[in-house]
């Protein structure tokens, strides 16, 4: 099998708020780019803006060599390539498809055995970051799963003009579950910071400057630094990731600590909080966002604040 994908036409379905990010990327590399979306006039829009071209419909990817996937769960990416009318039967013999979407490592292992089938290969690339828009940035993290080595070589080019960092942690399915579980540790840290920046401020307390004293301190994660200190505190709800993901992302969480057998308290606290969290704020609402819920709660308002700079 080659080892590059230069030259081949590339496929991408879900052209959201990061797969428009990622398939930018490709775009911008030079990459032959075919790109489809539920949403024409976004799919259109962004073909005009990067010089690729658009599918009316899925079954028009079928020429693809590799098919990026980068939809709202596991189920809808099913339906594309297994459902009525799905990709899969129509694809050429020796494709890969690449999940990076927040899946069910359960259902991705499932899907890559009925892909093996057509002899389409599944690689789950699933996606992070160590800094919010990390996808606009090419600064984002794959964590991929794979059986099929040949076909990561094939296709890590690609993966490359996106992130900085590529992790190949096991077998088709590894990614999804290092990602699920990389989230649970993640809303985990949001959540006991939230707690502390409401109680700290019935204290007395200023919350940027708790911030900063926990961003030095054992307290320090992901949220300290850039979710609660670069947006929340200064009502900049916009990171482009919603509650509504992350709560999905959570129940996955919990289901995938079931099946290992774990009984562990704090996945059903996660997905409790930010459920009401979701329901205080509606569907549409940023994660970060949900400080605003948090606010609710302890029935006050944190003062706005801006970061010190560097």
């Not at 990061?18 to 006039?41: E, I, T």
């Not at 009525?84 to 050429?92: D, E, K, R, S």
């Not at 990602?179 to 204290?203: F, H, K, M, P, W």
Request: hydrophobic fraction near 50%.
């Amino acid at each position: 099998m080659a080892t590059t994908v230069d030259g081949e036409l590339v496929g991408f379905i879900g052209i959201g708020n990061a797969g428009r990010l990622m398939a930018r990327h490709l775009a911008r590399a030079g990459h032959d780019l075919l790109v489809y979306d539920a949403d024409a006039a976004r799919a259109g829009e962004f073909a005009a803006a990067h010089g690729c071209r658009v599918a009316a419909a899925p079954r028009e990817l079928a020429a693809v060599s590799v098919l990026f996937t980068m939809l709202p769960d596991g189920e809808v990416v099913r339906e594309v390539l297994l459902g009525a009318g799905g990709l899969a039967a129509h694809l050429v013999p020796g494709t890969i498809v690449i999940d990076a979407s927040s899946s069910d490592p359960q259902g991705t292992r499932e899907l890559a055995a009925e892909l093996a089938r057509h002899a389409v290969a599944l690689i789950d690339a699933a996606v992070s970051a160590a800094v919010v828009r990390g996808a606009e940035l090419g600064r984002i993290t794959f964590i991929v799963g794979a059986d099929d080595q040949g076909a990561l070589a094939r296709v890590r080019p690609l993966l490359e003009t996106m992130s900085e960092h590529i992790f190949h942690v096991g077998p088709t399915g590894a990614g999804h579950t290092m990602q699920t579980l990389n989230d649970y540790v993640s809303a985990a840290g949001l959540y006991a910071a939230l707690d502390a920046l409401v109680i700290g401020c019935e204290y007395g307390l200023d919350p940027m400057a708790m911030l900063e004293v926990l961003n030095v301190s054992t307290g320090r994660n992901f949220s300290t630094e850039q979710t609660l200190r670069q947006h929340a505190l200064r009502r900049d709800f916009d990171t482009g990731h919603t509650l509504a993901l992350a709560v999905k992302d959570l129940r996955i969480a919990a289901l995938v600590a079931e099946r290992a057998g774990f009984d562990g308290e704090m996945f059903a606290l996660l997905v409790a909080g930010f459920e009401a969290a979701l329901a205080d704020l509606g569907a549409d609402a940023d994660l970060t966002a949900a400080l605003l819920h948090w606010e609710h709660r302890a029935g006050l308002e944190l003062p706005l604040r801006e970061p010190a700079r560097a």
